[in-house]
């Protein structure tokens, strides 16, 4: 039994009628998934400019590390004496006050400053971490002083030093601590604090 040719043309109009639906279906769906593409691609554009924008201002602040760094060499070798008191142009400070922190306005008293390549502007100071200023070896002046383990074969005291547990035990001459701290604050609003810490002795 076949059908009629009107029931035939009937049904013909209805497919061509389901068409419509399905392809505004799949545009839609192409829409929403270019809308993603595009709001993905701009994630990561945008997290790739901040990280090139971060490291252009870590490099900053590795300028004037190191520019605070050749300084307290240079001193430390011509004039070390000159290290015992402030010295506010090369924003040295003689002491740390160890209750502040680079969040602490008083942290940044006796800062220096330097202007980048680039144009931005760089804060820095340096810490002798020392409880005062003077001369580090004379009381009441306490300073943080490191020096190099050279004993052999598990021995902890060299012959002829006190066998005292509270006695100071230094394999040789002391070095001095010293904290160089830089911040910068970049145009676009972020800002970048580092830090190096410095050993100076004989």
Avoid at 35 to 50: I, P
Wanted: proline share 3%; charged share 10%.
């Amino acid at each position: 039994m076949t059908a009629s040719p009107l029931l035939l043309s009937r049904r013909r109009r209805l497919q061509r009628g389901i068409a419509l639906p399905v392809m505004l279906i799949v545009l839609t769906i192409m829409l929403l998934s270019g809308v993603y593409l595009l709001k993905s691609s701009n994630a990561v554009t945008m997290n790739t400019s901040n990280l090139a924008y971060q490291s252009v201002l870590n490099k900053a602040n590795d300028l004037a590390l190191m520019s605070a760094s050749e300084w307290l060499s240079s001193t430390w070798t011509g004039n070390r004496l000159l290290l015992d008191a402030n010295v506010p142009a090369s924003g040295y400070v003689a002491n740390l006050d160890t209750t502040q922190t680079v969040n602490s306005a008083n942290f940044w008293a006796g800062k220096a400053t330097m202007v980048a390549a680039d144009g931005n502007t760089i804060e820095y100071v340096i810490h002798r971490v020392c409880k005062t200023a003077g001369s580090w070896n004379v009381l009441p002046n306490t300073c943080m002083q490191t020096t190099a383990n050279s004993y052999s074969l598990g021995t902890s005291v060299a012959l002829g030093s006190s066998l005292s547990s509270t006695a100071v035990q230094l394999a040789g001459s002391p070095q001095l601590h010293y904290i160089i701290t830089a911040r910068i604050y970049g145009p676009r609003g972020g800002n970048v604090i580092s830090q190096m810490a410095v050993l100076m002795g004989p």
